[in-house]
């Protein structure tokens, strides 16, 4: 296929990338526009004329997303918009990738058809991002608890935050090199969430473009369990064989919360999406496996 993709040079961008050119063998067009000017999108896809178009891209400066909130609302809600219309007009499908940061973290094992409730601005922008999608016929693909190599970067870009991403890959570094980590727990942060894999993601994604009349569903990227991030440190010295003597339990620094609102638990439940597109639903011990393999070999886990 012939795959426009935006965000290619981010975390989830590149290993969708990976999958989409690596094991399925698309030609993937990832070059750099700017998303917010809907007259280039329209004329980047005509001259293109995919098969399909993954929006991946986001505006991910936290600072400025609060600061500049036109400018968020244009990086998010509005390039959705953009590339689901330039989809719908070229009758091709449309995958806009998105969050489990859409839901309030009360309850957790959120399913697809779970109404959104966010507690955040970021989570706000997704939940109108996903509105205007699926309205046009695009599937959202919540991806959560993202964890894996970084294919783009040498290192990873950041460390231990509020949320769920790049988690492993943290405590994997740290402990390598003998230093410990210490893992946040506190009520105040996303404590509980459903890890998966950057590049099961993208096949999960890959599946639902060629999966017919999906446009306007939304699916479940992650594995099928639900965990703490202590269970997460825990499991990942397991499956790198890491000390677990090396890991800390303490409170996030205050810095780190900043007057800001972060969901609890945003576990997902993905049986439905697993159903209908006939994909696996890895266990997190499954999940951290196919990570150690991507990392030491370069190539992408089967799960
Ligand atoms: N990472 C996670 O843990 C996680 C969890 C849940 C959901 N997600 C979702 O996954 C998606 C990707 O997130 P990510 O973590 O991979 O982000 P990321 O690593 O920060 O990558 C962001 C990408 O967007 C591009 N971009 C930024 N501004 C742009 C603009 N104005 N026009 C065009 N491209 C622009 C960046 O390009 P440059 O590098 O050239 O600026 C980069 O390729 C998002 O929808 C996010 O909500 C991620």
Redesign the pocket.
């Known amino acids: 296929m012939r795959i426009t993709l935006?965000?290619?040079?981010?975390?989830?961008?590149?290993n969708i990338a990976k999958v989409l050119s690596d094991r399925h063998g698309d030609d993937v067009f990832a070059e750099?526009?700017?998303?917010?000017d809907r007259d280039e999108v329209m004329k980047h896809v005509d001259e293109h004329r995919p098969d399909a178009i993954v929006h991946?891209?986001?505006?991910?400066d936290w600072d400025r997303m609060w600061a500049d909130r036109q400018y968020a609302w244009d990086?998010y809600v509005e390039?959705s918009r953009n590339y689901a219309d330039a989809a719908r007009e070229a009758g091709i499908p449309c995958v806009v990738?998105?969050?489990?940061?859409v839901f309030d973290g009360v309850d957790g094992n959120y399913a697809e058809t779970d109404i959104p409730n966010p507690t955040n601005l970021?989570g706000f922008l997704?939940a109108a991002t996903e509105l205007v999608s699926v309205e046009r016929g695009a599937t959202v693909a919540?991806?959560?608890?993202?964890n894996g190599p970084?294919w783009a970067r040498p290192a990873t870009?950041r460390a231990q935050d509020p949320?769920?991403?790049?988690f492993v890959a943290s405590i994997v570094d740290a402990l390598e090199q003998g230093t410990t980590f210490t893992v946040w727990e506190s009520d105040l942060i996303n404590s509980v969430a459903s890890p998966s894999l950057a590049s099961m993601c993208g096949e999960v994604i890959r599946t639902a473009l060629v999966t017919p009349d999906l446009g306007g569903a939304i699916v479940h990227c992650c594995g099928s369990d639900a965990v703490t991030r202590r269970e997460l440190a825990q499991a990942t010295c397991q499956a790198f064989d890491l000390d677990p003597s090396l890991l800390r339990f303490d409170a996030p620094p205050a810095a780190e919360l900043d007057g800001r609102r972060f969901p609890h638990n945003t576990s997902l439940n993905a049986e439905w999406t697993s159903r209908t597109l006939g994909t696996p639903l890895p266990t997190v011990a499954e999940l951290l496996e196919g990570f150690r393999h991507e990392r030491s070999t370069g190539e992408l886990a089967t799960l």
């Open positions: 935006t965000g290619a040079s981010g975390f989830v961008g590149c750099r526009i700017d998303m917010t991946c891209a986001i505006l991910n990086c390039a990738v998105s969050t489990d940061w970021y997704k919540r991806v959560s608890g993202v970084h870009p949320g769920f991403g790049y």
